[in-house]
């Protein structure tokens, strides 16, 4: 399918003699540019949602911290005679859920990380599309036509200008 552009520049007139690689012609994309803007703005919520996610991962490990004390306590009081085995039960129980809860955080992180990487990636993509946008010579050659002018919404499957190769001259 054709994309639609904008012919921000033409940086070449006719008659003129351009080298190969040399750029002819700068579109814009404004698809494009929505796209990063929106990628832009992801990577943005992700590293919200992943400094967040941090802190749970801190909280949490606080709280099995805290967890765990309370279980060896607790051991320690019915070693002795003052709780009962039930209360010991009820702290392992809270132990393990805090050590559950905290697994649940860091996967979330980690789920979060990944995305941000992805995300990241494609941005790089876009702005390679983006930087894509700049129409350079295939060949030494002569500006024979310019069928564009700066402003001017095309089709990218359009012909935009003429290049002739002076060595295949009759």
Same mark, same amino acid.
């Given at each position: 399918?054709?994309?639609?552009?904008?012919?921000?520049?033409? /940086?070449?007139?006719?008659?003129? &003699?351009?080298?190969?690689?040399?750029?002819?012609?700068?579109? =814009?994309?404004?698809?494009?540019? =929505?796209?990063? #803007?929106?990628?832009?703005?992801?990577?943005?919520?992700?590293?919200?949602?992943?400094? =967040?996610?941090?802190?749970?991962?801190?909280?949490?490990?606080?709280?099995?911290?805290?967890?765990?004390?309370?279980?060896?306590? !607790?051991?320690? %009081? @019915?070693?002795? *005679?003052?709780? !009962?085995?039930?209360?010991?039960?009820?702290?392992?129980? #809270?132990?393990?859920?805090?050590?559950?809860?905290?697994?649940?955080?860091?996967?979330?992180?980690?789920?979060?990380?990944?995305?941000? @990487?992805?995300?990241?990636?494609? %941005?790089?993509?876009?702005?390679?599309?983006?930087?894509?946008?700049?129409?350079?010579?295939?060949?030494?050659? &002569?500006? /024979?036509?310019?069928?564009?002018?700066? *402003?001017?919404?095309?089709?990218?499957?359009?012909? %935009?200008?003429?290049? *002739?190769?002076?060595?295949?001259?009759?």
């Amino acid at each position: 399918p054709q994309n639609e552009a904008t012919v921000e520049q033409v /940086l070449v007139d006719v008659r003129s &003699v351009v080298e190969s690689g040399q750029p002819l012609l700068v579109l =814009r994309d404004r698809t494009n540019e =929505r796209e990063i #803007r929106t990628q832009q703005v992801e990577i943005q919520k992700l590293q919200l949602d992943l400094s =967040r996610n941090q802190e749970k991962v801190a909280e949490v490990q606080q709280r099995v911290d805290a967890a765990v004390g309370q279980y060896q306590e !607790s051991q320690e %009081l @019915e070693a002795q *005679g003052f709780i !009962s085995e039930d209360e010991v039960r009820t702290a392992q129980t #809270r132990e393990d859920e805090d050590h559950s809860a905290l697994k649940d955080a860091q996967l979330a992180v980690t789920k979060i990380e990944l995305d941000l @990487e992805t995300a990241t990636d494609t %941005l790089a993509l876009l702005e390679q599309q983006l930087n894509d946008r700049v129409v350079t010579s295939p060949i030494d050659g &002569v500006v /024979l036509a310019v069928d564009v002018s700066a *402003g001017e919404a095309i089709a990218t499957d359009k012909a %935009l200008l003429t290049l *002739g190769d002076p060595t295949q001259e009759p």
